[in-house]
């Protein structure tokens, strides 16, 4: 997936979120496109408001989780899942 497509599909995931808000997919989803773009701490932030949201869901949490040991390691991006 090149830039343009993932600018594209955070754009089209966060107007989901903007028309509800409390569209936990959209915002999971917006992390990972983040996370695709190396920007770890946008990725983070977005695994977090899916956690004030939904404080039960395992794969934001796993997935802030891991973008957290990325951070403290200062390592690169891998892909997420």
């Known amino acids: 997936m090149d830039m343009e497509q993932l600018d594209r599909a955070e754009a089209d995931f966060r107007q989901a979120v903007l ?10 989803a917006i992390g990972r496109v983040r ?13 977090r408001a899916v956690l004030r949201i939904d404080p039960d869901n395992d794969a934001a949490r ?3 989780r891991r973008v957290e040991a990325l951070q403290a390691r200062g390592a690169p991006a891998p892909a997420p899942r």
């Open 19 to 28: 028309l509800d808000s409390g569209l936990v997919p959209a915002r999971g």
């Open 35 to 47: 996370w695709l773009r190396g920007d770890l701490e946008a990725a983070a932030e977005a695994f």
């Open 62 to 64: 796993e997935n802030l």
